[in-house]
């Protein structure tokens, strides 16, 4: 909160950017390395488990801590586009049970709209 209000941005944006960014680099690496030796399952269990453990684990933890309180507004952008972003993964593995180029480059450009989202609607 103090990092954010001394750039003038809100909380959810530094969050969103830096903290999910810095917290990512290990399983982006992970990932990369284990797609290039075709060890694509890894690569997905490595991501699906880091988000479990950082939803269930992580949060968990700071819950007990501080109890974590979470705004209206953040739910009402975050939640949908979670679930949209759900979807769209569901469809292109559905498709050819690949995630392609074209599909990665598309999901990092949904991420970059949502960045931008969170920053000019806070």
């Known amino acids: 909160m103090y990092f954010a209000g001394l750039l003038g941005v809100p909380a959810t944006f530094i969050g969103i950017t830096v ?7 290990p399983e982006l690496t992970v990932a990369i390395s284990a ?3 075709n060890l694509e399952s890894l690569a997905i269990g ?3 488990g880091a988000n ?10 700071s819950s ?12 009402i952008l975050t939640s949908p586009f ?6 769209i993964l569901l469809i292109f593995i559905e ?28």
């Open 19 to 25: 903290t999910a960014v810095g917290s990512s680099l």
């Open 35 to 37: 797609v290039r030796k």
């Open 46 to 48: 490595n991501v699906i």
């Open 52 to 61: 479990i453990s950082n939803i269930f684990l992580i949060l968990g933890v």
């Open 64 to 75: 007990i801590i501080n109890p974590v309180s979470v705004l209206r507004s953040t739910l």
């Open 82 to 87: 979670m679930i949209l972003i759900s979807v």
């Open 95 to 122: 498709s050819s049970w690949e995630i392609r180029r074209k599909e990665g480059i598309a999901l990092f450009f949904a991420y970059t709209i949502f960045v931008f989202l969170v920053f000019y609607m806070y």
